[in-house]
């Protein structure tokens, strides 16, 4: 529960003045709520001659005050609304800047579909207890209080028959506030199972549709499903029961209220207007009772929402300091460097040296799984090398491959990397300031002209992972990007895979070419790509 809070309190920085306004607002409708029922006592007490005043004036008095709720609700619907919005862009700003930022190998390890769905639906359970639950968590309890202490003025014994249940309801809340949390963690794990399966299938439709496998996803998104009903059935159940108790208190409460009112009135000990106000401070104690019950549920959904957001918000980020952009000529050397994902005594890569200059193509060969890409992991400083060494050095100076060094490096990965938007828009995430005529001139070398003949040009819009365009333009278009972002060394992995071979010879003709001081290296499969190049290194 600490740990909730302190998630909250973290959560909530630069929203709490908002927060606050939103809570104080509530007081206001509180102190509004409890003066309408004395106010409402006085106008029966004045109109049935027990007690004296004029009438108008109570009457009066009880518009206003009514006008005034009204009022101050709708003051809070529109600061509420306003506040969801702001407090929701924040927490998804932290927690998706933080996931940015994380160290490739823990980012690497989540699935998306589980990342997102921790995004939406956790964020917005933490925004409906920040913005709606915790608020009228103080409210309902000031009300309760409120409308207590007035109740005990009145009638001291009523207030304290009536005032048994609240401590009776607090016993039952202890095991179904537990039973609750772990159902609530089930059915997030379950939401998040789902929207991981169904965005796999979305992102692979082709092999879903070429495969056949409708039925059997469409089988197992059922089977996904009825686990879920069944965890959302469970919680149901419990907290319908907590319900059916707490009911049964609420209920009792009135009718005691109001049998007592009635044999109060039969025996003259009260008046009308003191039973009305009994009835209205009843309600008043129910109303918060009732509000507080069901926040139960909302903020043992918040708590399980909380553990799963500040996992994401706790990945440990890279450091990445300031940044080393190397001008000039810059040549790349990988020494002696030992690399293994997890068990050491199985290395990936091993006793692995490397050196590529200024001005020329070196190419990485190696069978499938022996390294290659991960080579490439270990250059970006993505990953650290357990033995050995990676630096990049220009005339002036040598460092060591780090997250600050990355600014020298222009990579091209394997596979379609192509954004959603317009080519050109694509084209400027490698050069934000590229005018028309070094994207021409890009195109040109990544033998990408073809982009140019396109009815629309530069300006034609791609659909998500670059839908619109075949698999080898994507390649050249996503080559041209990399030509334009202003790093030293070029990084190519499989760059050509999607390449006919006549294509490739002109892409590489043209590289060879256009490639000035800058270093190539290419890791490719491609014996052509090899020929091209002025040294090999076999991994
Ligand atoms: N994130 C990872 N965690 C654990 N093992 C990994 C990870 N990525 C790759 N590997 C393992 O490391 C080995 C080398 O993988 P890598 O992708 O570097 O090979 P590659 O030479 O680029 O292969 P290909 O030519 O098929 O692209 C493989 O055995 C692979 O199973």
């Not at 839908?467 to 080898?472: A, I, T």
Request: proline fraction near 3%.
């Amino acid at each position: 529960m600490l740990r909730f809070l302190k998630f909250l309190t973290d959560i909530s920085r630069g929203h709490r003045k908002a927060l606050m306004v939103i809570t104080l607002i509530g007081i206001l409708s509180v102190a509004v709520s409890l003066s309408f029922v004395w106010a409402l006592k006085l106008v029966i007490d004045v109109a049935s001659g027990d007690a004296g005043g004029s009438l108008l004036h109570y009457s009066l008095i009880l518009v206003l005050l009514t006008l005034f709720r009204v009022l101050l609700n709708v003051v809070d619907v529109r600061y509420v609304n306003m506040t969801e919005v702001r407090v929701g862009n924040s927490i998804r700003q932290k927690v998706f800047a933080n996931l940015l930022y994380t160290r490739w190998t823990e980012a690497s390890s989540l699935h998306s579909g589980d990342v997102l769905t921790r995004m939406i639906k956790d964020t917005d359970d933490i925004i409906k207890t920040l913005i709606s639950a915790l608020p009228m968590l103080i409210t309902a309890t000031l009300q309760l209080g409120g409308a207590f202490l007035i109740l005990l003025l009145m009638d001291p014994l009523l207030a304290l028959v009536l005032g048994i249940a609240m401590p009776v309801l607090l016993l039952f809340s202890k095991p179904y506030y537990v039973k609750m949390r772990d159902y609530s963690r089930q059915i997030k794990e379950s939401e998040s199972f789902i929207t991981s399966m169904m965005e796999e299938n979305l992102l692979n439709q082709l092999v879903v549709r070429a495969y056949e496998r409708q039925e059997d996803e469409l089988d197992r998104l059922g089977d996904l499903q009825r686990e879920l009903q069944r965890k959302v059935e469970k919680k149901t159940t419990v907290s319908a029961w907590a319900r059916f108790v707490s009911g049964l208190a609420f209920s009792g409460g009135y009718i005691t209220a109001f049998i007592w009112g009635a044999w109060g009135i039969a025996g003259k000990t009260v008046t009308f207007g003191t039973v009305t106000a009994y009835l209205q401070l009843v309600n008043q104690i129910q109303r918060p009772l009732y509000d507080l019950m069901r926040l139960f549920p909302t903020l043992i959904s918040a708590q399980a929402a909380s553990e799963r957001l500040s996992f994401l918000k706790k990945l440990e980020s890279e450091e990445i300091g300031e940044k080393q952009f190397l001008a000039g000529r810059v040549s790349l050397r990988v020494e002696d460097i030992t690399y293994a994902y997890g068990d050491e005594s199985r290395p990936v890569i091993s006793g692995f040296s490397l050196e590529a200059g200024p001005g020329e193509m070196v190419a990485v060969m190696g069978e499938t799984g022996t390294g290659k890409t991960t080579l490439i992991r270990l250059i970006l400083a993505l990953i650290e090398p357990q033995k050995g060494s990676i630096s990049i050095r220009n005339e002036e100076r040598e460092v060591k491959a780090s997250p600050s060094t990355r600014s020298n490096f222009v990579y091209v990965p394997q596979g379609n990397t192509l954004f959603s938007g317009t080519i050109r828009s694509n084209l400027l995430i490698g050069n934000p300031d590229a005018g028309e005529e070094m994207l021409v001139d890009a195109l040109g070398v990544a033998s990408a002209g073809f982009v140019l003949e396109l009815p629309e040009g530069l300006d034609t819009v791609l659909g998500m992972g670059g839908s619109g365009v075949s698999e080898g333009q994507a390649q050249r278009i996503a080559i041209a990007r990399s030509l334009l972002r202003p790093g030293g060394i070029l990084l190519l992995d499989e760059a050509t895979s999607a390449l006919d071979i006549e294509t490739e010879k002109t892409f590489l003709t043209n590289l060879k070419k256009h490639i000035g001081s800058r270093t190539v290296l290419f890791i490719t499969h491609h014996a052509e790509v090899a020929r091209y190049c002025d040294r090999i290194y076999r991994i």
